[in-house]
């Protein structure tokens, strides 16, 4: 038995749908643990591209059970539309199982969303936090405020799910009239969605609870997959400019209900660079022509917007704070293609206050200190060629593999993985945490397991 979780620990964007198609191969049960639509997944399978938000990435295999735990929130559009677009390309969704815990995610979430990152940039001491406008912080607002609808709500009787909608109706018009003078729907058009809802999603709605300990007592093995990245964690990411869930390891128990003593490995995808959407502090982006490059080569948009992403420079200081607040027993390094073709690698190995000139390798908490930290680097010459055909660790050119034994001395952990390119096959497997298989001992310098 294997229990896997799978976490971002940058922000985002890492390429874990990537990792998790890869290991699912191997696991009986995938399970996605948090977040919501406002998070993208983007799979290559059999040279097809899919683009996930709320589907768990092993979907595509047919012989896995794949799982949304209650610690998403469901959009029942976009799960609905994920399902149909999947089933149009040949692939079953049977094997989908939704929790009856998981929030939902409602039109007068998304209204609320957008309205008020508007009013952020109206106010002259706000600053937009970036959001994608899909609900998901109001609708995490409600569930920490005792005033959600779950999606088991949504097969009560008539009488008690309309006295639920009325009472979080009660609550939201007079915010929404009031406070930002916008509208939203009526009782009587919001329970009418729900009833359809309830009968669309109603072959996939179940207690998963039981489902997954069923699995843990037949000796199966599960891969948790975490959405967004760790410094987008809402509480140990660059807070205000985050998430509104637990992105980190911890996420991956509380969002589909099995203990931390029941988990063998938890493994971080980081890039061979760093990326970053939306408003925050990144003290190693680049806004230069090596910017450009990592932007237009490694194709850096985001999957739920379009967006540019930020791009800069691999950091090892929040390399090794994820590895800290995640217990990361190693990382999958993705993208390192992206880096052919550059003269000079430069890596961030501390951080150095403008001010005193004092250097720290830790991750401070507030955004004032951070933005008095510029990044301290060391430079590694690049390499002549591509990786992007290799697939041995042992092949990599020199410069790639002391590259990369540098990020694993930096952030205290091995590395497990590494990719070159979107494809499944292009991947170098260091170790197996499936398997806890070393698969190449002269890369023990950065092997896990």
Not at 29 to 41: E, L, S, T, W
Not at 202 to 220: D, S
Request: hydrophobic share 35%; glycine share 10%.
């Amino acid at each position: 038995m294997a229990n896997v979780i799978i976490v971002g620990a940058q922000w985002g964007d890492e390429g874990k749908a990537k990792i998790v198609d890869l290991l699912a191969e191997q696991a009986d049960v995938v399970i996605r643990c948090q977040g919501g639509c406002n998070a993208g997944h983007t799979v290559v399978h059999h040279g097809e591209v899919f683009k996930f938000h709320l589907i768990p990435s092993g979907l595509l295999y047919p012989d896995k059970l794949c799982i949304i735990g209650s610690g998403t929130v469901i959009s029942p559009e976009v799960i609905l539309r994920e399902i149909t677009e999947i089933e149009a390309k040949g692939y079953a969704t049977t094997n989908l199982k939704i929790s009856d815990r998981a929030h939902l995610t409602l039109p007068y979430h998304i209204t609320l969303d957008r309205v008020q990152e508007e009013s952020r940039s109206k106010d002259q001491n706000g600053e937009k936090i970036g959001t994608t406008g899909k609900g998901i912080g109001p609708t995490y607002m409600d569930k920490v405020a005792r005033i959600g609808l779950r999606l088991g709500d949504l097969y009560e009787t008539d009488e008690l799910l309309k006295k639920q909608i009325a009472h979080i109706l009660s609550i939201k018009t007079p915010l929404l009239k009031h406070a930002y003078q916008a509208e939203t729907e009526t009782v009587d058009e919001i329970f009418t969605l729900c009833k359809q809802y309830a009968e669309q999603l109603r072959p996939y709605v179940t207690n998963t609870t039981p489902l997954i300990h069923e699995a843990i007592g037949a000796g199966k093995h599960i891969l948790f997959e975490g959405a967004q990245g760790t410094l987008l964690d809402i509480d140990h990411g660059t807070y205000p400019f985050v998430t509104s869930s637990n992105a980190t390891a911890g996420g991956a128990c509380t969002g589909s209900g099995i203990g931390p003593s029941r988990i063998d490995q938890s493994i971080g995808v980081m890039k061979a660079y760093t990326t970053r959407v939306g408003s925050g502090p990144f003290p190693t982006e680049l806004n230069d022509s090596v910017g450009q490059h990592l932007q237009e080569v490694g194709k850096e948009f985001g999957t739920t917007t379009g967006r540019r992403r930020r791009c800069g420079w691999f950091d090892g200081v929040i390399g090794k704070y994820s590895v800290q607040v995640n217990g990361l027993d190693g990382v999958a390094i993705t993208k390192l293609d992206v880096l052919d073709g550059l003269k000079e690698l430069h890596l961030c190995v501390a951080y150095k206050n403008i001010q005193t000139g004092e250097q720290t390798s830790d991750f401070p908490t507030r955004l004032s200190d951070l933005a008095q930290l510029e990044p301290v680097y060391e430079t590694f010459p690049g390499w002549t060629g591509s990786v992007h055909g290799i697939r041995a660790y042992d092949k990599l050119p020199i410069e790639a593999k002391n590259y990369l034994t540098r990020i694993a001395e930096l952030i205290g952990t091995p590395i497990a993985i590494v990719s070159v390119g979107p494809e499944r096959q292009e991947t170098m497997m260091v170790c197996n945490p499936m398997r806890n298989e070393r698969k190449d001992d002269k890369a023990s310098a950065v092997t896990a397991c």
